[in-house]
């Protein structure tokens, strides 16, 4: 999965005319918030059909065949992959690169893809500023969503209807907070105004006793919170040549996975020392949101 993020994000930006280019990266993250939903319902309606049939390949008596199913499930949409990359074209920026390098001749040597190339002195700030970024982009990400639905139901209320109204916000709210990015506010103005907006809606998104209300916050926190993510495809590309644009966004990307992988334990050890599942999700949203709101200015505006 890491592998087709680092080379198909590139790829589909790279079809795109600048001037839409963070409308394009806001909808090609929104996919993510989709392949939520999609398994949210999945586990919704499909896990129940089989969560109480043994596990015929488990000895363990308490081992049932929902999980399998729900793996297999989920490797199907990866399949797909090989059916889209058929009708898709290669990237014409790539393209024209490698005109360029034949032109040039033997002095394109020096410039050819490495990731050492990332840690050179023109490029090594990019490489560690974009990867501390994403790790707070994943510490906000995971503070938002990976407890939501224990939050939920420490509440007495479904999941479903939740899970849904806070990705249908994140898809609206990505691709309309990557087309902001294309006005005066820049990459970095939408990703700090997004980002605070998140922290502001907490209240709502958390500290309300009323459905509707708590529905409301999920949507706005979803656009706002979850929307962030709509500029950093568009952003990590334009942070590194194209000589280096599949191994710098992807490496950068996925160092801050890494880092933001311990959000989870983080909530959990809260939790451990007293604090609520509602109280330790508010004081991660807040310190990740004002984390993502700084962080995204320590590096140069990208648009354009």
């Not at 390098?101 to 050492?116: I, Y």
């Not at 849904?164 to 916000?169: C, D, K, R, S, V």
Request: overall charge positive; glycine content about 14%; hydrophobic content about 50%.
């Amino acid at each position: 999965m890491g592998g087709e993020w680092a080379a198909g994000m590139p790829l589909a930006l790279e079809h795109w005319p600048t001037k839409l280019r963070g409308l394009a990266s806001g909808l090609l993250q929104g996919g993510w918030y989709w392949g939520y939903i999609l398994s949210a319902l999945t586990f919704h309606y499909v896990y129940p059909l089989f969560s109480g049939i043994a596990d015929p390949f488990s000895d363990a008596a308490a081992s049932t065949l929902g999980w399998r199913v729900m793996f297999w499930t989920g490797v199907i949409p990866a399949l797909l992959v090989l059916w889209i990359r058929s009708g898709v074209s290669e990237s014409p920026v790539w393209l024209a690169r490698q005109r360029h390098l034949k032109d040039a001749g033997s002095t394109a040597v020096e410039d050819r893809v490495s990731v050492l190339r990332l840690f050179r002195r023109d490029l090594w700030w990019a490489t560690v500023q974009s990867s501390l970024l994403m790790g707070a982009f994943m510490f906000s990400y995971y503070s938002l969503s990976f407890w939501y639905p224990t939050f939920l139901r420490d509440s007495g209320r479904g999941t479903l209807g939740y899970l849904i109204a806070f990705n249908l916000g994140a898809i609206v709210g990505m691709a309309l907070w990557g087309r902001a990015s294309e006005t005066r506010l820049g990459r970095r103005g939408a990703v700090s105004v997004a980002a605070l907006i998140g922290v502001a809606v907490l209240p709502a998104y958390l500290g309300s006793t009323n459905a509707l209300v708590l529905v409301i916050g999920a949507v706005v926190m979803g656009a706002s919170g979850g929307g962030i993510w709509g500029m950093a495809p568009s952003y990590l590309t334009e942070r590194f040549p194209t000589a280096v644009r599949g191994v710098g966004p992807g490496l950068s990307y996925h160092v801050g996975a890494a880092l933001g992988s311990a959000t989870p334990f983080v909530l959990g050890r809260l939790q451990d020392g007293g604090m609520t599942v509602g109280g330790a999700m508010s004081l991660c949203i807040t310190v990740s949101g004002l984390l993502v709101a700084t962080m995204i200015w320590m590096g140069p505006e990208t648009r354009g």
